[in-house]
């Protein structure tokens, strides 16, 4: 098993920044992927970015491409997504994810996940 928790949500104007965190914990030896999604209300839950765990693959949604970078420590378990720009329609639950088996940029290979936590972008 592998714990996921989310940290750094927020409440922030259009343009500005953000930092979300994953702490993982448990059996992250086994990781292969990790990745972010984020689901607005009333709407799917949307893949953001993907990383390899072990280094030199990342995915980007086209929609945050030119905002976001994500990234991870793997000395500290963790996998951060930088956000810039930041525009209303960012505004969801942002949920991180792991898969034991590929990085992906769609949420079925992945099997742990975080609670999620709010990003809100007011205009």
């Known amino acids: 098993q592998v714990q996921l928790v989310e940290s750094g949500g927020g409440s922030v104007q259009a343009g500005g920044s953000l930092r979300l965190s994953c702490a993982a914990s448990?059996?992250?030896?086994?990781?292969?992927?990790m990745g972010w999604f984020r689901q607005a209300p009333g709407k799917e839950r949307n893949f953001v970015a993907a990383?390899?765990?072990?280094?030199?693959?990342?995915l980007v949604a086209n929609s945050v491409k030119d905002r976001f970078t994500i990234s991870r420590d793997n000395a500290k378990n963790t996998m951060y997504l930088q956000m810039n720009s930041l525009k209303p329609e960012d505004t969801a639950v942002y949920y991180c994810?792991?898969?034991?088996?590929?990085?992906?940029?769609?949420?079925?290979?992945?099997?742990?996940w975080g609670q999620g936590t709010q990003v809100t972008v007011s205009s």
């Open positions: 448990g059996r992250t030896f086994s990781t292969v992927g």
């Open positions: 994810a792991a898969s034991d088996t590929v990085v992906a940029a769609n949420s079925r290979p992945y099997n742990y």
């Open positions: 990383i390899r765990w072990s280094g030199g693959t990342t």
